[in-house]
Nanobody
Framework: QVQLVETGGGLVQPGGSLRLSCAASGSIFSINKMEWHRQAPGNQRELVARISTGGSTNYADSVKGRFTISRETAENTVYLQMNSLKPEDTAVYYC???????????????WGQGTQVTVSS
């Protein structure tokens, strides 16, 4: 069983910064893609950032220039550095991984449990 655990959420003032971490553990051969999603109450879950094989990244327009996704492959960990936070960024942030558990095997999707980020004065 693969487990994804997010940490780093909390309460922060507008304009502040947080860094989220997502650590994947278990029987993992390789992680091919990792993403951060977020969901505010009453809203649909939305893709925030993605990092793919080779290190290419994509960001939602709403966070571009403020958020940075990075990956530490040796530790099976992905980070989301969030700067210049706004109240609109308040949401539960979820980590998603697309990975293989064995060589030449199929890809699987796993989600973390989520971590709350609240941006408020």
């Amino acid at each position: 069983q693969v487990q994804l655990v997010e940490t780093g959420g909390g309460l922060v003032q507008p304009g502040g910064s947080l860094r989220l971490s997502c650590a994947a553990s278990g029987s993992i051969f390789s992680i091919n893609k990792m993403e951060w999603h977020r969901q505010a109450p009453g809203n649909q879950r939305e893709l925030v950032a993605r990092i793919s094989t080779g290190g290419s990244t994509n960001y939602a327009d709403s966070v571009k220039g403020r958020f940075t996704i990075s990956r530490e492959t040796a530790e099976n960990t992905v980070y989301l550095q969030m700067n210049s936070l706004k109240p609109e960024d308040t949401a539960v942030y979820y980590c998603r991984a697309i990975l293989q558990i064995r060589p030449q095997g199929p890809q699987y999707q796993y989600w973390g449990q989520g971590t709350q980020v609240t941006v408020s004065s």
